[in-house]
Structure formats: C-alpha cells, structure tokens
C-alpha cells in the first residue's frame, strides 16, 4: 500500500519491557518524525531524522531510542516501558521542509498502553 | 517553546463563522495548520511561509504575521465536516521542518 503505515495499531504492555514501533513509509521522503500526543499537551516531537543514519532528538526523547538504517523505516523503541509513555504515537514523513509545498503526513497512529 | 493557540474551544452553528488564533514567543519562519478528526491522524491543511501574508480556499484561509509572530485560521460558512481539532504547528527555521504544535483548538458544529 502506499503512503506511510505504522504497526501495530494497538499494544498493550507492562512495566519495564522493551517495545518496537514501526513506521513505513513508500514515498522516499527524506524526513521522517515520531511523535506522541496526550490529551491537554497536543503533539510533542520525540526523535526525527533528516535522512538514513541521521537522527537527531526532539522536545521529549528520554526512554526512546530511534535508528533508520533504511529511507522508508523509522522504528521506534522504548527500551523499558513506563506507564507515562502510554500515549498515541505518531509518525510523519516530509520530502521538503522550509519549502511552500512542504506537508507531514502522518501515519494512522500507535495506541500505546503500558500497565 | 509550544505556541499557544485560542481559544481551546469553539462551539458553532452550521454557517457560522470562527476565527482559531496561533502566537508564537519566538521568531517564526512558517506556520502550518493541521485538522484532526477523533481517533484520527492529523491532516495538512495549509502552509504559510514567511513572506506570504495569507492564503487559502474560499471557506478555509489562513493568514501570517510574521511580525506578531502570530497566525490565524478561518472557517467561514462552517460545514458539519468541519468539526474536529485544529492545530497550528510552528517552524523557527533553525532546523527546517522541526515543528512545535499548539495544544489545539476543538471545533464542533452543529446542524
């Protein structure tokens, strides 16, 4: 399918374990972004990258780790869950920042429950 | 560093008009604006660069004040389709494409 897919769509999981979240995209967008969204704060950029192998932090990345070893995937992973990174997670890729046609697209969304 | 957006809620006839406003504390290169329908992604509407005052459809158009650091969206003529939250998100410039998002604006209109 084209356009940008994230998986799975809903996890639920406990305390201290490691968890993978996926994000595709088939468009070849350089930039790629991972954000999450709690009700009250609106979207707050995790971790994005320009490009394969470049990955830079946002506004909240502590407990998350990022690599894109490949242009069209940006994983995410929280390497010991805790119960306030339950959240809706959200990726988005963007061919040209700074540019008047410049559009995030997103991807349809993580819901993410740590208990 | 988040622009504050207002007001957080707005409440509309099928018709009517709204004004949702997004200000910055800091210098700003480009504003976007975002819909999102419940248990939804964010959809794109429109981008205002620096430089480029306002634009836009007929019933949705934005504008920039770069001075004010400030933008604002307008729906005029509301549809049903309307309803859902807006979000501004903000470019500085300094890393391109880097965005810092209002907390949003929820819109309902109704028949």
């Known amino acids: 399918d084209a356009g940008i897919t994230q998986s799975p769509r809903y996890k639920i999981t406990e305390t201290g374990r490691q968890v993978t979240l996926m994000c595709h995209q088939t468009?070849?967008?350089?930039?790629m972004f991972w954000y999450r969204q709690d009700l009250g704060h609106g979207l707050r950029l995790i971790y994005y990258?320009?490009?394969?192998?470049?990955?830079d932090k946002g506004e909240v990345p502590d407990g998350y780790v990022v690599s894109r070893s490949k242009t069209e995937n940006f994983p995410l992973t929280l390497e010991s869950a805790t119960r306030s990174q339950t959240s809706v997670y959200f990726c988005?890729?963007?061919?040209?920042?700074?540019?008047?046609?410049?559009?995030?697209?997103f991807g349809p969304g993580t819901r993410l429950t740590v208990l | 560093q988040q622009p504050v957006q207002s007001p957080q809620a707005v409440i509309l006839r099928e018709g009517e008009d709204a004004v949702i406003n997004c200000s910055s504390s800091k210098a700003l290169y480009s504003v976007h604006w975002y819909r999102q329908k419940h248990g939804e992604a964010p959809v794109f509407l429109m981008i205002l660069l620096k430089g480029g005052e306002q634009k836009g459809h007929e019933k949705i158009s934005a504008s920039f004040n770069e001075k004010k650091q400030q933008s604002s969206l307008y729906l005029t003529a509301s549809q049903l389709s309307y309803s859902g939250t807006y979000f501004c998100?903000?470019?500085?410039?300094?890393?391109?494409?880097?965005?810092?998002f209002g907390r949003g604006t929820q819109l309902t209109v109704w028949p």
């Open positions: 998100g903000t470019d500085r410039g300094s890393t391109l494409g880097r965005l810092y």
């Open positions: 988005a890729s963007s061919e040209n920042p700074g540019a008047e046609e410049d559009t995030q697209y």
């Open positions: 468009w070849s967008h350089s930039y």
């Open positions: 990258s320009a490009a394969a192998d470049i990955t």
